[in-house]
């Protein structure tokens, strides 16, 4: 793990241009960065998108794998502001990319300060591809179900999309959804206390199937992130609908 992001998950403060220590909050946690680069390294992807990026803990965690890999560029998508109306110092989306900045990650990313459900269709729009995307903006449902949306259509076949707070009703539910699309299988979850999924050799589970996602789902320790293998291409009808 790259010093600087060790430092700020032991201190839970990052530091300004000026050197002052600021709280961090929202991040993941340690274990769901680990279970992100673990995906990640089993996937290798050329393109990484990331919505709602704050402190940027989980960019960090994959902007390490993507420059060990040889990647191309990670995406970051958040509605920021990166400065504080008025005083113009760096608000915590600008604090975040300052810290990837710091890791020598600068050159991997592409920072758009826009909502996603703006910055999304803008990317497609341009023919953005991509091989990896980690969802974690607004939590609403509608909000959730339209990065998955467009996270559905920007990414490539034998790509992944990793859902933060899995456990929430509202992601859940976007989840229950997603698992129905032919096109995607279950990869793997992190739950609260120990990682499942994306473990084993392989690091990847390539079983799939709805009951046994929807059984998943259901356990009372519920996932807290959840990664969603996309197989094929989205082919389904324009009356396609399945109950979730
Ligand atoms: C939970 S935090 C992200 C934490 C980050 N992934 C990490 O681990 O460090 C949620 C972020 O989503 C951003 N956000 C909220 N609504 C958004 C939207 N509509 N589009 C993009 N980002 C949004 C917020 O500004 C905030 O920075």
């Given at each position: 793990m790259h010093p600087y992001l060790k430092q700020i998950l032991e201190t839970h403060t990052v530091l300004?241009?000026?050197?002052?220590?600021?709280?961090?909050?929202?991040?993941?946690?340690?274990?769901?960065?680990?279970?992100?680069q673990r995906l990640l390294r089993e996937i290798r992807p050329r393109v990484t998108l990331e919505i709602g990026v704050a402190f940027g803990i989980s960019s960090m965690f994959t902007c390490e794998v993507l420059q060990e890999s040889g990647a191309l560029k990670h995406i970051c998508v958040d509605v920021g502001p990166l400065r504080k109306e008025g005083t113009g110092e760096l608000d915590r989306y600008g604090l975040?990319?300052?810290?990837?900045?710091?890791?020598?990650?600068?050159?991997?990313?592409?920072?758009?300060?826009?909502?996603?459900?703006?910055?999304l269709p803008h990317l497609l729009q341009k023919g953005q591809k991509v091989d990896f995307v980690f969802i974690d903006g607004w939590h609403t449902f509608d909000h959730c179900l339209l990065d998955f949306f467009y996270a559905n259509r920007l990414l490539n076949v034998g790509g992944a999309i990793v859902f933060h707070d899995a456990d929430g009703p509202p992601v859940k539910k976007?989840?229950?959804?997603?698992?129905?699309?032919?096109?995607?299988?279950?990869?793997?979850?992190?739950?609260?206390?120990?990682?499942?999924?994306?473990?084993?050799?392989?690091?990847?589970?390539?079983?799939?199937?709805?009951?046994?996602?929807?059984?998943?789902?259901l356990r009372p320790n519920p996932p807290t992130c959840v990664a969603l293998l996309k197989v094929a291409e989205d082919e389904r009808s324009w009356s396609w609908y399945e109950n979730f």
């Amino acid at each position: 793990m790259h010093p600087y992001l060790k430092q700020i998950l032991e201190t839970h403060t990052v530091l300004t241009p000026e050197g002052h220590s600021r709280e961090i909050n929202s991040q993941i946690s340690l274990e769901q960065g680990l279970f992100l680069q673990r995906l990640l390294r089993e996937i290798r992807p050329r393109v990484t998108l990331e919505i709602g990026v704050a402190f940027g803990i989980s960019s960090m965690f994959t902007c390490e794998v993507l420059q060990e890999s040889g990647a191309l560029k990670h995406i970051c998508v958040d509605v920021g502001p990166l400065r504080k109306e008025g005083t113009g110092e760096l608000d915590r989306y600008g604090l975040g990319l300052l810290n990837l900045e710091r890791c020598g990650y600068g050159a991997l990313v592409e920072a758009h300060e826009l909502p996603s459900e703006i910055a999304l269709p803008h990317l497609l729009q341009k023919g953005q591809k991509v091989d990896f995307v980690f969802i974690d903006g607004w939590h609403t449902f509608d909000h959730c179900l339209l990065d998955f949306f467009y996270a559905n259509r920007l990414l490539n076949v034998g790509g992944a999309i990793v859902f933060h707070d899995a456990d929430g009703p509202p992601v859940k539910k976007v989840i229950h959804y997603a698992c129905r699309y032919p096109a995607y299988r279950w990869l793997g979850e992190i739950r609260r206390r120990r990682m499942l999924g994306a473990g084993g050799r392989s690091g990847i589970r390539k079983i799939g199937g709805f009951a046994l996602d929807l059984f998943r789902l259901l356990r009372p320790n519920p996932p807290t992130c959840v990664a969603l293998l996309k197989v094929a291409e989205d082919e389904r009808s324009w009356s396609w609908y399945e109950n979730f």
